[in-house]
């Protein structure tokens, strides 16, 4: 035989094999198992954390009102003139001049939300004046899942701040 006649084998490849009807049947099983219980951990998830972010919302709040409340108190205090006194003025906090009303701020933009360094930025709608609220973006229902904060009412009474994560 030449040499050369030799060059060409016939090569046979295996016949394909791909997946059985049953072996696919057992994978979509077992990925739907695995996806009705990851999905519930999310959404829960996803409810966890606009509770947190509601009561970290509110602990700000309540400790800015505190912070320019005892700021007040020191002004009158001290005679400080064009300050805070009982019934209003406006106290300078880290270099900004925040507007209260009985000792506390004043619930409105320039009051409370920048006393505490909030803003719609941070994922909240914020509305209203008379209480302001701070709702959670994304929540299930949007008014059960806010914090609200109401200016002092008269001299000698503490401002309010309530939560309410029932809807987040």
Same mark, same amino acid.
């Given at each position: ?9 016939? !090569? ?12 696919? !049947? ?8 695995? +996806? ?7 959404? $829960? ?41 009982? +019934? ?12 209260? !009303? ?10 409370? $939300? ?7 930025? $941070? ?38 701040? +309530?939560? $309410? !994560?029932?809807?987040?």
């Amino acid at each position: 035989m030449h040499p050369l006649m030799n060059t060409r084998r016939l !090569v046979r490849c295996a016949p394909g094999r791909g997946f059985t009807l049953v072996e696919m !049947v057992v994978v979509i099983t077992i990925i739907g198992i695995l +996806a009705a219980v990851a999905i519930p951990r999310y959404v $829960d998830l996803q409810r966890s954390a606009r509770v947190a972010k509601a009561q970290a919302v509110e602990g700000s709040i309540k400790a800015a009102a505190m912070l320019a409340h005892v700021r007040c108190i020191v002004d009158i205090g001290t005679g400080v003139a064009g300050q805070c006194t009982p +019934a209003g003025g406006q106290v300078l906090m880290e270099g900004v001049n925040i507007p209260m !009303v009985n000792g506390y701020p004043a619930a409105s933009a320039a009051g409370i $939300d920048t006393a505490a360094q909030v803003s719609a930025a $941070d994922g909240m709608v914020i509305a209203g004046t008379g209480p302001r609220t701070y709702q959670m973006v994304g929540a299930t229902t949007p008014a059960n899942c806010q914090v609200s904060y109401t200016e002092a009412t008269a001299a000698g009474l503490a401002a309010v701040t +309530a939560v $309410d !994560v029932s809807g987040c």
